[in-house]
């Protein structure tokens, strides 16, 4: 069993920047790929980046250059920094892990990008 906790989404003009953390508490935070996802209102939910180890990478094509996926074995916590935010990025965001046919989620953070 894995608990997720997200934190740091709020209200930011655009272009401005904020950075996501999620902390995982439970299991072994190294075995598991982490990502994040965000559903819009109206929207499915939709995979924003996704970090499989400390140097695999993926990201959403309408993210890519703009965010940045990370994570931190010492401190059992995912980042995601959020930079040149658009008023598309507006959603809620989801940390996720998942570790074979184990998957866990997070109760989701508000990101708003509004002037």
């Known amino acids: 069993q894995v608990q997720l906790e997200e934190s740091g989404g709020g209200l930011v003009q655009p272009g401005g920047s904020l950075r996501l953390s999620c902390a995982a508490s439970?299991?072994?935070?190294?075995?598991?790929?982490y990502a994040w996802y965000r559903q819009a209102p109206g929207k499915q939910r939709e995979l924003v980046a996704r970090?499989?180890?400390?140097?695999?990478?993926n990201y959403a094509d309408s993210v890519k250059g703009r965010f940045t996926i990370s994570r931190d074995n010492t401190k059992n916590t995912v980042y995601l920094q959020m930079n040149s935010l658009k008023p598309e990025d507006t959603a809620v965001y989801y940390c996720?892990?998942?570790?074979?046919?184990?998957?866990?989620w997070g109760q989701g953070t508000q990101v708003t990008v509004s002037s």
């Open positions: 996720n892990a998942k570790w074979g046919p184990l998957e866990y």
């Open positions: 439970g299991s072994i935070f190294s075995r598991y790929a």
């Open positions: 970090i499989i180890s400390g140097v695999i990478t």
